[in-house]
Structures are given as C-alpha cells and as structure tokens.
C-alpha cells in the first residue's frame, strides 16, 4: 500500500506537468502561465520601466519580451545572500518566417520556416502540428503583443516515400529549406494565413504587423512503461526543470536569503539576447533590489560574494541502444533523482565546491543525486550557468534532470524525476547557505 501511495505521488506531479506543457506551447505561453501562477500565490507584477517598491516580506516577479521572468522574495533589508535557480523556457523547434507562404505545383501551400536550435529532424516528420507564439497588433499608435496559439492540428511535414528514397534508411541529410517544410493546405489556403491568425486573437489581419510565431508538436504527453515508470511528451528540455523550479520556490525559502527564482529565453540558440541568460537581466533585477531596498553598492557586491546559483537544465541519461556514449563513470538514469553535470573545459559551472554543497542539500531532502560528465571522445553542449556568471558571478552548481531523446519534439524522462527535482529545489530555497571563507561555506536550515 505504502508502495502504491509512492508511485501515485509520482504520477500525480508528472500529470500536472503535462499538464503545464500542453498548456504551454510556446515559450510566451510558459511565461504567461508562469507569471499568472505567481499572481494566483500573491506575488505583485513589477515593470522594469516603472518605479519599484519593495518591502520586508514582499513578493514580486518581473518579465522581459514575455518570454523570460524573475521571481523574488525579499526576508528583509539585511538579508545575507541572494539564492537563485534558472532554467530556460524555450526548446527547439522551427519558426515561422516573414512572407510565410510559398505555393507550390499549384495545387499545395506550404510554410517557409527556418530552425530555431539544435533539433532531431526525422521525428518531426508525420505527425500533427500547429502554430504558436505572439503577434503584435497595432491600435492606432499603440503596438501590443497578443498570444497565438492555433489549438487544433493545423500543419504537417510530409514524408517522402520510401519508394522514391531507398537509402532513407541508410542516413539522409535533410535540406532545411527543401524537405522541412510543413504542408499547411491546398490551392485554396493561399492567402488564409495572416486571416487565421487574426481569427485566432479577435483583429483584423491588417493590424497586425509583427509576428513570432512557432511550430509544436500536438501529441500530448504519456505515462508509460511496466510500471508506468517512463513518460514522454515535447518540450521536456527545459520544462522539466522550469515548472519544478518555479514548484520549489513557491514552496521554499528562508529569512536569510532573498530567494530567486528564473526562468529565461533563448538558451537552444546561445542566450545572448536581451532576455536571455547571457543579457543584463538577472544583474539589473539583483542590483534594483540592493538599491530599493536602501543597501550600498559595497553591500550588493559582498551579498554577491556569498550567493549561490543552481543552473537547471536536463541532462542526457544513458541510452539503452548506445551505452558507449556515455562516460564510464559517470551514467546518469531515469528516476534516479537530479543530475549533477561537470565539465573541466567550464561548460558546467560546478566545481568541487558547489558540488558538493548541492549534494548536501539532495542529503538533507532525503533524495537520490547523480553525476554526469561528458564521453571524452564527445564534444558536450552548454547551458544558463556560465552565461549568466558572466555578468553576475557567483558559485553556482549546473544540474538536470536525466532524460533520453534530448532535442526530439517528443521527449522521455522518468515518472519520479521531477518529484525529486521539487524536493531539491525546495530543500535549496529552505537551507541558508552561508560563505564562512573564499572556498568554504556553512548549510544550515532556514530561521
């Protein structure tokens, strides 16, 4: 029985996250969704171009370009420390271009697309899609942005048949611009785009006059396995840990620390826009509230010194067709709880210390954590972690979730993953961590 109330927990979290991304498919939609759930907990919306008042025990999140957020709590104004976990709202996918449809033999209309990220192509192949995103609609001389989501199955990338492409099994290198785009109608769609998505968001096509729009991928997420121990769904790479980030920040924190929560863009395309990891976002939130809250700028910086970050990104787990992939040493599996993932080139951030520290905290929780470091023979990829220091340093320890099929829009992770992650980040937000000397630190639990 006891074994039984266990797995429907895990179900039960990773329902409500499919929940989440099915609800979510684009990355103004998570933030959308994540800002209206931070309302819903009593957290006040801030503007970056408006005034800020801030005061003890107040809560408060601000966006930029709808597609990125910061959530905090402020304890008090002689907090210690700042404690903060960022992950990423956007996956890879293909974007929808300007002038977007090209007709064809006279008889198709089809969609110019280009990637956004590093993705699998073949999956993307034969299966329902649709479009979303944002539009921004002009009202005389105001511009504003409107969601987009088209919520039915609208577009497919066709196949070619296997009669007319014998070797497709041997290896194909797809043409972007030939084979990957979607078959959005017939004859008779030529010039039924723009009107949709008018349709879809309550305008007339001409005042629209700007669009970002996406495709994704219409299969909702499964449980699944003998014991339903698996589950796959889109968008796992970064929503996995995005909701139970922002899951544990809601449940966690401390009278030492202001608590951090966030969740940025662009990270499947390097980070480096006004939004993304790599931009001023996180300094310029961190450094305003120093200020509103009547510190000096040599306070911020010593609050700076004795932070600490978690970069929360999945991780690739151990492959059952391709275990060679993997390290030796170091194989991450599903539901083996957080992945802690090392590089000694610094494409991870975590070093002994800040290893060791997250160790601490997956302890106290009474969860499993797990280590990941790249095949050597393997060029491995980046994350938040490193960009974000790069304007804000502070020690910081990446980690993930471990998943299979990473970059596919149909992805797969374990049932009791994300349960743990919660629990971890919770345990991080509830634990003051203390600088006691340059490489040493103090855990202890929240006052």
Excluded at 352 to 359: D, Q, R, T, Y
Aim: charged share 20%; glycine share 6%; aromatic share 10%.
């Amino acid at each position: 029985m006891q074994e039984m109330k266990q797995s429907d927990k895990f179900e039960t979290v990773t329902q409500k996250l499919l929940d989440f991304i099915a609800a979510s498919p684009s990355c103004y939609h998570v933030i959308h969704n994540f800002s209206a759930l931070l309302s819903a907990h009593g957290f006040t919306r801030l503007l970056e171009e408006q005034p800020w008042e801030l005061r003890a025990g107040g809560q408060y999140f601000v966006t930029r370009n709808g597609s990125s957020i910061i959530a905090f709590r402020v304890p008090s104004p002689n907090f210690r420390n700042y404690q903060i976990c960022a992950s990423h709202s956007d996956s890879p996918t293909f974007k929808i271009k300007e002038k977007e449809e090209l007709p064809a033999e006279q008889h198709y209309v089809k969609l110019n697309t280009e990637r956004y990220g590093g993705m699998i192509y073949a999956p993307w192949f034969d299966r329902p899609l649709s479009i979303a995103g944002r539009a921004v609609v002009k009202n005389e001389d105001a511009f504003e942005s409107r969601l987009v989501n088209i919520d039915r199955d609208l577009v497919m990338i066709p196949n070619l048949a296997f009669h007319m492409n014998r070797n497709v099994n041997d290896g194909y290198a797809y043409h972007a611009q030939k084979d990957l785009l979607p078959l959005y109608g017939d004859e008779t769609a030529i010039g039924t785009f723009l009107p949709l998505i008018a349709e879809n968001i309550g305008v007339k096509p001409e005042d629209i006059l700007g669009t970002d729009l996406f495709l994704y991928n219409r299969m909702p997420g499964t449980l699944w396995g003998a014991h339903r121990e698996y589950f796959s769904g889109p968008r796992l790479d970064d929503l996995q840990c995005a909701y139970a980030s922002i899951q544990g920040f809601l449940s966690g924190g401390n009278s030492d620390s202001v608590t951090v929560c966030c969740v940025f863009d662009n990270e499947e395309v390097g980070s480096r826009t006004k939004q993304g990891a790599d931009s001023t976002m996180l300094f310029d939130t961190l450094e305003r509230i120093n200020a509103c809250l009547g510190r000096s700028p040599e306070e911020y910086k010593m609050s700076i010194a004795s932070s600490f970050m978690l970069s929360a990104d999945n991780a690739h787990a151990v492959h059952p067709h391709h275990p060679d992939k993997a390290d030796p040493s170091n194989r991450p599996y599903l539901n083996h709880g957080p992945v802690i993932k090392y590089n000694a080139n610094q494409k991870y951030t975590t070093d002994a210390v800040s290893g060791a520290i997250f160790k601490g905290i997956c302890q106290k929780a009474g969860i499993p954590w797990q280590t990941y470091v790249n095949h050597s023979d393997l060029p491995g990829g980046s994350t938040l972690g490193n960009l974000s220091n790069a304007h804000v340093s502070l020690n910081t320890a990446d980690i993930g979730l471990a998943q299979l099929a990473m970059h596919s829009p149909y992805e797969t992770a374990g049932t009791k993953d994300t349960w743990y992650m919660i629990r971890a980040i919770q345990e991080f937000y509830n634990t003051a961590i203390q600088k006691t000397a340059d490489d040493a630190y103090r855990i202890s639990p929240s006052h």
